[in-house]
């Protein structure tokens, strides 16, 4: 094996390494985005449930 092309293989290992860390760490903001996101549907969900039973019990109050 020559020595231009171990250096070549070690440059691109290099670079690998480089870009693998690139993205974990843009893997681990997704992850957290997608935490947030998912914690803001609950409470939408939630109060969305919250109306739909104050519109119900306004219905069911009309025909009273």
């Known amino acids: 094996m020559d020595e231009g092309y ?9 670079q690998l390494k480089e870009r693998n860390k690139c993205m974990e760490t843009e893997l ?4 957290e ?4 996101i998912s914690l803001k549907l609950a409470e939408v969900e939630g109060e969305r449930q919250q109306l739909v039973m104050t519109v119900r ?3 069911n109050g009309k025909r009273s």
């Open 28 to 31: 681990k903001e997704m992850q």
């Open 33 to 36: 985005r997608y935490s947030e």
């Open 6 to 14: 171990l250096i070549e293989l070690l440059t691109e290992m290099a």
């Open 57 to 59: 019990n306004l219905k």
